[in-house]
């Protein structure tokens, strides 16, 4: 059976930092896009970034362009979502996910191309 387990959320300051990471378990990440999605409070879960299955390319929402940063570790089979300069508005449920299309040549903003989830972790930036 296929696990994601996200860890690294809480509570922290605006402008203050946080690093979320993403373990999988029963599957290789090697070959797979990863992504982060977030969703707020009322919202819907939308797009925050992704890193492709080679080259480490990546792509951000605007939104978050410049403050935070994906990497991922194929042997540890981890992907970690570094975010800095935090803002309240950056506050929500955070989601790792890995892409159901193995060697995917754009890596996918889209919800639907990927199909593993890890269970959230909530993050809340706040003073």
């Known amino acids: 059976q296929v696990q994601l387990v996200e860890s690294g959320g809480g509570l922290v300051q605006p402008g203050g930092s946080l690093r979320l990471s993403c373990a999988g378990f029963g599957r290789t990440f090697r070959g797979y896009g990863l992504a982060w999605f977030r969703q707020a409070p009322g919202k819907e879960r939308s797009f925050v970034g992704v890193?492709?299955?080679?080259?480490?390319?990546?792509d951000y929402a605007d939104s978050v362009k410049g403050r935070f940063t994906i990497s991922r570790d194929n042997p540890k089979n981890t992907v970690t979502l570094q975010m800095n300069s935090l803002r309240p508005e950056d506050t929500g449920v955070y989601y790792c996910?890995?892409?159901?299309?193995?060697?995917?040549?754009?890596?996918?903003?889209?919800?639907?191309?990927?199909?593993?989830w890890g269970q959230g972790t909530q993050v809340t930036v706040s003073s």
């Open positions: 890193i492709s299955w080679e080259d480490d390319k990546t």
């Open positions: 996910a890995v892409d159901r299309l193995m060697f995917r040549a754009v890596p996918s903003t889209r919800h639907y191309d990927y199909d593993v």
